[in-house]
């Protein structure tokens, strides 16, 4: 008798942290152990697809490290259109100024216009622990700066 196996990937799909859990305004901790990341970034992504989010953030599937994932390829006339994880990120700059509305998996069924520096620098580590420095601007940025906002504990809404 022959047993056939099946593979799939548990917990592919994670579930997302809403308004009122209190790790959502909890500062996260800075990552050390890069062991497990390939696999939790797979994670943060795939529940950022499912769920038709454009970013995320650690906090926001229960974990309090210093992790993010973004993807602007939906948008409709976004040239900037590839994946990124940024582990340990920091901005270490800012430029400009722009208003845009914003929304929140977290916070759902709600949008605002917020005000955000246009351009950031980000200073952070990509999963292999190497160090970058690298200038993001326009919807990325956006992006970025909203996720680093829920790894330092605060909510878009904050701003209101």
């Not at 400009?96 to 520096?117: Q, T």
Request: charged share 25%; with cysteine; hydrophobic share 35%.
């Amino acid at each position: 008798m022959k047993i056939q196996t099946q593979t799939t990937k548990s917990n592919s799909i994670l579930s997302i942290v809403k308004y009122g859990d209190p790790i959502l305004r909890r500062k996260v901790e800075d990552i050390t152990d890069f062991t497990s990341l390939p696999n939790m970034t797979e994670q943060m992504f795939n529940t950022m697809y499912e769920e038709s989010g454009i970013g995320l953030a650690a906090n926001q599937v229960g974990w309090s490290l210093n992790i993010l994932v973004l993807d602007t390829s939906s948008i409709e006339g976004e040239e900037n259109n590839k994946p990124y994880s940024f582990i340990n990120s920091k901005i270490i700059k800012t430029e400009g100024e722009i208003v845009l509305e914003e929304g929140c998996l977290s916070v759902p069924d709600i949008r605002a216009d917020i005000n955000r520096p246009e351009t950031i620098i980000l200073r952070y580590q990509d999963l292999d622990q190497n160090f970058h420095e690298n200038i993001f601007t326009g919807i990325v940025s956006r992006v970025i700066q909203h996720e680093l906002d829920h790894l330092q504990g605060k909510l878009f809404i904050d701003y209101l």
